[in-house]
């Protein structure tokens, strides 16, 4: 056993400012290991000092270093939650070395990990101790000493490179995978303090986004070069449908990139492809090699891989068994995390299996999601595509009064009243709408809104009000879906110059997008040239939408829901304009039996009397 304060067992190494015991026990060979199916409870350290800096910076910290390995794997803060809940404790009680071992023994861990740091004098002892849950037995004891406050990140990277090694990880892996502590992260105790208490307190809010984002601005104030924080702010903003916010930070995170660690490089890439450059072919290939790279990835609390494949990158690219697939695995993983059940619930609408839809929003439910904003959107949104008068009821009763679920509730409320062509009624829902998100600050989001309402008047023949809509959508906000879809109402309205203009933008700003490039561009273009009687121009102009037609574009998700499948629409009536019955006839029905890609667009009973039209005119 190490014996601390044992001159014949202490071995002193001076480096860069730092002293450093390895402490071994002369049969250490012995020692336990664990292997690549082990979990491990990370304990709160023990903080002796009087700096309440350390309280959860460097349990924050050691698990960023660990999270670096692919060989261990630990218990993730939703699940210690759950388990305290089961165990009758507080959700925020601090993890003591008593009670992170009755959640190792109620998880199946293998090994428990309790750190602490005390003061002598003006200098920090940091301590490691591993052991295991069932029998108590020392995996590893690690402790270090660093000359200054400003050294304790450096101090705790070095002993936690040890850790890894002494428990049975290669050498190999180690040193391909381990980036110091100071420079993944932030070498500021301040900025990894605010981030640390952000994300702690993002896990107990109910609605997360108010307490994270807060939290990482101040982070990235204290230390502009914190990559880490910069990502998570903009996938925070693109969870909300912030998209301008999200890319100017995740742009700064992608600057960055070279400061983090493998994991985190990985994360940033697929933000970085995902929600700047728009190519989401090049985000799912990287999803899939961060996947290989880190085959427990899954165990870890999202955002991780497998998570992340359930999503954007995936459906957006058409992959929807693949999605299915992820966010199943990802809900066995973390069935107190919404993200799975919203993953999942989205695949299965997308394909049109609305019972298995709504059978998983059931079940996020039943665990604590029923007033979660994006359940009673989508259940409403379900119960439009179903006819449900009284799911639809329900949904909008329980959203009223909720901060950021009212004004998202009352915009598809709108959208479902102009689809059944109550214009009058939807433009009052459309106004709430607007006027609530102006109220909140949420700028793009209202902008959102003028934009759907923008086609919605478009496509019902009300021109000028289109165009009005479309401009002042545009006022508020020059995001990617903004400029589509005021582009989209103003082409519908027959300004076909301005509408071009966007198109050239969005093809400018965005020229790897692959809504942009597959999708936005070519049906601005295609609805231009038939407004200007060119319908075989406008035909040719589509050929490249077809690749990711039945795919999700950005129109399907956050507050648009305005839908897909509108080069089908627009291919529809070319084709018609060049007498082609037949085929204009198979594209209108493409948008009739695919209600869970068409979403609440109003193009899609449109469409369907456009597909009587047509079959009237094959029948003639």
């Known amino acids: ?123 920090y002892v940091l301590g490691l101790e591993a052991k295991t849950c069932n029998t108590g037995n020392i995996l590893d004891q690690e402790q270090a000493q660093a000359a200054r406050r400003e050294d304790v990140l450096n101090t705790l990277s070095q002993i936690a490179r040890k850790f890894r090694t002494r428990v049975g990880e290669s050498l190999a892996t180690v040193e391909k995978h381990s980036t110091p502590l100071w420079e993944a992260t932030t070498p500021s105790l301040e900025a990894l303090n605010v981030y640390t208490a952000g994300h702690k307190a993002g896990f107990l809010a109910w609605s997360a986004v108010s307490v994270t984002i807060p939290s990482y601005r101040r982070a990235v104030e204290i230390d502009p070069q914190f990559a880490m924080a910069w990502a998570n702010l903009g996938l925070d903003y693109s969870s909300i449908g912030e998209s301008v916010l999200a890319t100017e930070s995740t742009i700064k995170a992608w600057q960055l990139r070279d400061r983090v660690s493998d994991w985190e490089r990985f994360f940033i890439d697929v933000l970085y492809y995902r929600q700047v450059t728009g190519n989401l072919e090049k985000a799912y290939q990287t999803l899939e090699l961060w996947y290989q790279t880190y085959p427990r990835g899954g165990d870890r609390e999202p955002p991780n891989p497998q998570e992340l494949l359930a999503g954007l990158s995936t459906r957006g690219t058409g992959r929807f068994e693949r999605a299915i697939e992820m966010a199943q695995k990802t809900i066995a993983a973390h069935p107190d995390i919404f993200i799975g059940y919203d993953s999942l619930a989205y695949s299965y609408t997308f394909l049109d299996r609305f019972p298995e839809a709504e059978s998983i929003l059931q079940r996020a439910s039943e665990h604590k999601w029923r007033d979660n904003h994006n359940v009673l959107v989508f259940r409403y949104n379900i119960a439009v595509l179903k006819g449900d008068k009284d799911q639809m009821d329900r949904a909008v009763a329980l959203a009223r009064g909720k901060r950021g679920a009212e004004h998202w509730m009352a915009h598809e409320e709108a959208l479902a009243l102009a689809r059944s062509g109550r214009l009058q009624d939807a433009r009052r829902s459309s106004n709430r709408a607007i006027d609530l998100a102006v109220q909140e600050e949420a700028r793009e989001e209202a902008a959102t809104y003028e934009a759907a309402r923008a086609v919605w008047e478009a496509v019902s ?28 109402a103003l082409a519908f309205s027959g300004d076909t110059s301005r509408s071009e203009a966007l198109a050239g933008d969005l093809e400018k700003r965005f020229p790897e997008d692959t809504f942009v490039k597959f999708t936005y561009v070519p049906v601005l273009r295609a609805l231009a040239a038939l407004k200007r009687s060119k319908p075989a121009d406008s035909v040719e102009r589509l050929q490249i939408a077809l690749r990711y037609e039945l795919a999700a574009n950005g129109l399907n998700f956050a507050h648009h829901y305005l839908g897909g499948l509108h080069s089908a629409y627009v291919r529809g009536e070319a084709l018609t304009g060049m007498h082609r019955y037949t085929e204009a006839a198979a594209e209108f029905q493409k948008i009739i039996d695919h209600r869970g890609i068409v979403g609440l667009g109003s193009h899609r009973p449109a469409g369907a009397l456009a597909t009587r039209q047509s079959v009237r005119f094959v029948g003639r």
């Open 1 to 123: 056993m190490a014996v601390i304060g044992t001159a014949a067992g202490v071995v002193f190494l001076v480096l860069s400012g730092l002293t450093v015991w390895s402490l071994s026990h002369r049969d250490s060979v012995s020692r336990p290991k664990l292997t690549d199916k082990d979990t491990i409870v990370l304990a709160d350290f023990d903080n002796k000092t009087a700096d309440p800096v350390f309280d959860d910076t460097l349990r924050q910290g050691l698990s960023v270093e660990l999270q670096q390995s692919p060989f261990l794997s630990l218990i993730g803060d939703q699940q210690v939650r759950q388990t305290l809940a089961l165990m009758g404790q507080p959700k925020d009680a601090r993890l003591t070395p008593e009670i992170a071992r009755e959640i190792c023994e109620r998880t199946g861990s293998a090994a428990i990990l309790d750190g602490s740091i005390r003061s002598l004098g003006s200098q």
């Open 461 to 488: 023949g009300n021109g000028a009000e289109g165009k009005k809509s479309a401009i002042a959508a545009l006022d508020l906000s020059n995001g990617r879906e903004v400029e589509y879809a005021a582009g989209l």
